[in-house]
C-alpha cells in the first residue's frame, strides 16, 4: 500500500537510506561498465565525488536545492570528461542514479504516482543543466554536442510517450501538446497549438488553485497538484500535474512544460468510497436512533413517558443500596387517581389517556430532580425520594395533592383528587417489604376518604 509521505519524512527518508541508494547505484552493471571503460579508477578522490555529486542529487529530489545550487557539479563533470566519458554515458548515470533513488522508495512503499513524477521532473531538470554544461566543458567539440543534443532528445521522448505533456510559452499559450494529451483532451494538435492553456479549464475549478500555480512557476519553481481539466465533448478527466520552468542561460523563463498522470479512475473510485462512507454513516446514525428509540421503549412507560415499573424496581434496588450504604433516609410514595374508573366509565378510555398524561405532567413538573417517578400500573403511581425522611416525604406529597385538586383537567367535571401512601425505609426492609408499607398508607388513605395522605404506622 502506498503510504502518503510529507516533505519533512521524505527528507528524512533519504537521508537515511543514503549509504544505501550509493551502494546500490555504483553497483549496477551499467555504472561498472562505465567506469571500466574509460578506465576511471575508483580511487578515494573519485569516489568521494561520486558522492559528493550523490548528495547533491538526492538534495534535488527531496527538494532542499535547486539543480543550480549543485556546487559539485562542475568538478563532477570535468572528472567524466578527464577520462573521456561520453554524454551517453552521463546520462546513463543519472538514470540509474535516479531508478536506485526509487527502488528504495518504491520498496518501502512511498512512491506514490505524484512522487514518481515529481523525481522523473527533477531529473529531466538536472539532465538539461547537466548537458548544457557538460557543452561547455568539453569545448565546443561538434560530436559530443550532437551526441548530447540527440540522447537529450531520447530522453524527452521516453518522457513523451509515458506522459501527458504540453508546453506553453511565458503567457501560457500553448506551443506543444504530445499524444497522449490530445487523446485524452479530444481535441487535435491544430486545436490547441496557438490557444490558451485554459481551453480546457473545468469550471469547477478554483480560480485559487491556478493563482497558486501561476505564483509557483513565475517564482521559477516547479509546481505539483491534481488538476480536472474538461474534455472537447463537455466531459471531466483528472491528472497529477507537474509544472515545470525552463530557463535560459541568463536564468529567464523561456517556457513551461507540464507533466501529467491520468488519475480520473483513481479519483472517481475515491468520491465512490466517500459516498459509501457517508451512506454507512448515515445508516449507522440512523441505527444509533432506532437504537436510541428501543432503549427509550424499553425503559419508558408508552403512555405517560415517565419511567416503567420493570426500571422503577432496578432503580429501587439500587437506591436502597445506595442509602444503606451512605446512611441516608429513603422514602416511597404510592398514589393513586381517585374513581378513576368513573372517567374511563364516563368519557371514555382515550379521555382516560389524556387525563392521566395530564396529570403525570403535573405532577413531573414539581417534584426534585432527584426523584425517581414512574408508573406502576393502570392509574397507580410511585415517586421515590432520596435523602428525604417521612416528614420531607409528607410534605411533597401534600403538595402534590393540594396541586391536583385545585387544578381544572379536561373531562373532569367536578374536582380530581389523588391518595397517598407513604413509607419510610428502615435497616430491616427490602424492596418488597418498603413497597408493601407504603401501599398499605395508600390504601389506609382510601379508606379513610380518599383526597388524602397516609403515613405508614408500624
Known sequence: MIKIINTEEFSYFLRVNRNE???RWMAKNEVQNVLHRHSLPIIEKNTHLFYEFCDCFISVIEWR????ECHVKIEFLQLLNNYNVTTADLFSLITKLKNAIEEIIYENGNLSFALQSEIESLTLQMGNDLASNFEIIIGGNQNYKSENSNLLAEYKKAVDLSNIVSKTNPKGVITYVNDKFCEISGYSRDELVGKPHNIIRHPDMPREAF???????KAKKSWNGVVTNMKKEGGQYIVDTTVIPILDVDGDIVEYIAIRHDITELEETKQQLKNINKAMKN?????YSMTNTLEQKAYKDNLTGINNRENFEE???????SANLNNQPLSLIIFDVDNFKLVNDTYGHQAGDILLKDVVSLIAN??????IFARWGGEEFVILTPATDLNGAYNLAENLRKLVQTYMFKYVE???????GIAQLSKEDTKKSLFEKADKAMYEAKNNGRNRTEIYQG
Open 315 to 321: 432503580i429501587f434496588a439500587l437506591e436502597i443500596g
Open 211 to 217: 493563482k497558486d500555480l501561476w505564483d509557483t512557476i
Open 65 to 68: 536545492a535547486t539543480v543550480s
Open 414 to 420: 367536578n374536582t380530581l383528587t389523588l391518595s397517598f
Open 283 to 287: 445508516k449507522v446514525d440512523e441505527l
Open 21 to 23: 541508494i550509493i551502494k
Open 366 to 371: 414539581n417534584i426534585k430532580n432527584g426523584d
